[in-house]
Every structure is written in C-alpha cells, then in structure tokens.
C-alpha cells in the first residue's frame, strides 16, 4: 500500500520577513511546498516578493506580498493585520529581515549603528511581539500545531564569532541570541516555541562579495571546514524542521547551520 505522508506545515499560516530575496525568499518558498500559507515580507521590492507569490503559488501553494518596514511599529501592525485579513489565523513567524551596514568602527556613524540594530533587532522585538500577542488571542488548534505558535528567529554565526569592521552587524546578532533565549524562557509555558537559526556563510545578494569571484570564494572556504558555500536552501530546510511538530521538544536554541565556521578552523594547525 502506499504510504501517504501529509506535509510537515500542512493548514499551517507562516509569515515570513525579508522573503523578496536570499534566505527569506529561500524559506518561504520551502514553506510553501511543506503545505503552509505564506505571507512574504518585503520592504522595498515589490517585483521580487511577487515573484516569490507566484513561485509558491504556481506549485499549489497559497501566498500574498506585504509591505512592511519591520522596524516600524505602525508598519508590522498593519502587516500582522493584513496577514490575519488573508489567512485568518497565524501559526509561524520567521523574523529574518536584516541588513548590514558596515564600518571600521571609529569611522562607523550613529545612523549606521541605529539602522542596524533597529532592523535586525528591534524589528524582531516588534513582530515576535505581535506574533505573541495573537498566538495567545487566537488560542491553540491540535489540530494545527502541537505548539500555540512558532516563532524562528534568524540569526548569524556572529551570535558567538566577533567580526571586525562589522561591530553593529554583530551586537545586533548577539542581541536576538539573547533576546531569542529569553522570550522562549518566558512563553514556552505558554506553549509557544521560538528558537533560533544561525546562518553561515549563504550564497545571497547580502554577501555577494565574499563569494562571486573564484578568489574571494577560496577565501572564505579557510573559514568552512565543511569544503562548501551553504544554499538558502540549507536553511530553509532546517528552518521547516523547526516549524513543525517533528521538533516539537526543540525550545529556546540556536540551530548553527555553517559547515562547521563556529569551529574557529583558523586553529585547525595550532592546536
């Protein structure tokens, strides 16, 4: 007999920030085959997020673009409530927006640092916090979710790895570590689970840099033990796992997904 195995996200409503381009885009669409309705995020482009749309849409799957700059209050509201407008309900967040905007320190200017904490750490305050606020109004579906709600925020190997010339980028990683920890602390009782996923080195447009010449790729290869680039589709796929039920017991942790760079192979001969 065949075994009919249901999709992980199936009835699922996951919205997904930062999902016109590179890891976000990667994540909705995998979203989208796993069986949830996804709500793409964009800020600026509105072209690619309804590329993503029709991407998810054209393979079954149910999605719509919104506009929101998630480090304004006003912005994720509206979104959240557009979001809800559509689907009714919502089961996951993904707070992946993020930028870089970097600086040799004594050079690096207030607006610099402002932005990029804002966006990766105060926009992630401002949706995990809607997203809270309508888990616990909207009450738990069994069947749904095992969990009142899910929230994946999306982090970095610079949680942990310090980088020059990068000071803003870092502390506003090490802040949604922390932020992430202590969130799951206080709604796991609740039956939220919020966990984290920590990204290395990800062929997107963010880095394009370090990656498109053959040069710059055998660079940062000394800092990969695993030998590869990592895919937006190594992390949508953890990113599916930690969505659904199979991870069910997984709570306030970080997933490092990086071919091994939080190994600090720069001892690998000096140990």
Not at 39 to 57: C, F, L, M, T
Not at 217 to 224: A, C, M, P, S, V
Request: glycine residues 12%.
């Amino acid at each position: 007999m065949p075994v009919h195995v249901h999709p992980p996200l199936r009835g699922q409503k996951a919205l997904v920030t930062g999902a016109s381009s590179g890891i976000g885009a990667g994540i909705a669409q995998a979203f989208g085959a796993a069986g949830a309705a996804v709500g793409v995020n964009y800020r600026s482009h509105p072209d690619e997020a309804e590329r993503i749309v029709e991407a998810i849409r054209s393979t079954g799957g149910e999605a719509v673009a919104l506009k929101a700059d998630v480090s304004n209050e006003d912005e994720v509201r509206a979104m959240f409530r557009a979001f809800g407008t559509t689907f009714g309900r919502v089961d996951i967040l993904v707070a992946n927006s993020g930028i870089q905007q970097d600086a040799a320190f004594a050079g690096m200017t207030l607006d610099q640092w402002r932005r990029v904490i804002d966006v990766n750490l105060t926009g992630q305050f401002l949706c995990a916090r809607e997203a809270v606020r309508r888990f616990l109004a909207q009450g738990r579906d069994p069947s749904v979710s095992r969990a009142a709600g899910k929230i994946i925020c999306m982090s970095s190997v610079h949680e942990v790895i310090p980088w020059a010339g990068h000071v803003n980028y870092a502390a506003s990683k090490g802040g949604v570590m922390l932020m992430m920890k202590s969130l799951a602390q206080e709604v796991a009782e609740m039956g939220i689970r919020v966990n984290g996923i920590a990204p290395g080195a990800i062929r997107t447009p963010i880095n394009r840099e370090a990656w498109e010449t053959p040069e710059a790729e055998r660079k940062l290869l000394d800092l990969i033990p695993y030998g590869r680039v990592g895919e937006p589709e190594d992390i949508a796929k953890a990113a599916v796992w930690l969505a659904s039920d199979d991870s069910d017991y997984v709570v306030g942790t970080t997933l490092f997904v990086d071919g091994g760079m939080t190994l600090y192979p720069g001892f690998r001969d000096n140990g």
